[in-house]
Nanobody
Framework: QVQLVESGGGLVQAGGSLRLSCAASGRTFSSNTMGWFRQAPGKGRNFVAA????????VYADSVKGRFTVSRDEAKNLVYLQMNSLKPEDTAVYYC?????????????????WGQGTQVTVSS
């Protein structure tokens, strides 16, 4: 089991930036891919971005392409989500996730390890 702890959420005005961090511990060697999902009030949890731990390939949801960047620090077992040009519709709880599947299967994997989530609120 991988333990994940997010940080970096907060309140920001539209057009601003935030960087989320996710610290991984435990059985990290079992996680081929790590990434981010988000859940807005009254809605389901949706895929945002993911990164393959080995090699660093990335994939993004269409709604965040060109604005968000996912990256990792292998030595520190950290994953980041840099969010620029934020919009009110980006408001959600953001969850870090890890899975043993390859990158191209991450958004629809059957099993994830999840963090506790961090709130991001974008005001207009």
């Amino acid at each position: 089991q991988v333990q994940l702890v997010e940080s970096g959420g907060g309140l920001v005005q539209a057009g601003g930036s935030l960087r989320l961090s996710c610290a991984a511990s435990g059985r990290t060697f079992s996680s081929n891919t790590m990434g981010w999902f988000r859940q807005a009030p009254g809605k389901g949890r949706n895929f945002v971005a993911a990164i393959q731990w080995s090699g660093g390939d990335t994939v993004y949801a269409d709604s965040v392409k060109g604005r968000f960047t996912v990256s990792r620090d292998e030595a520190k077992n950290l994953v980041y989500l840099q969010m620029n040009s934020l919009k009110p519709e980006d408001t959600a709880v953001y969850y870090c996730a890890a899975s043993g599947v390859p990158l191209y299967l991450f958004r629809t994997a059957i099993r994830y390890s999840w963090g506790q989530g961090t709130q991001v609120t974008v005001s207009s």
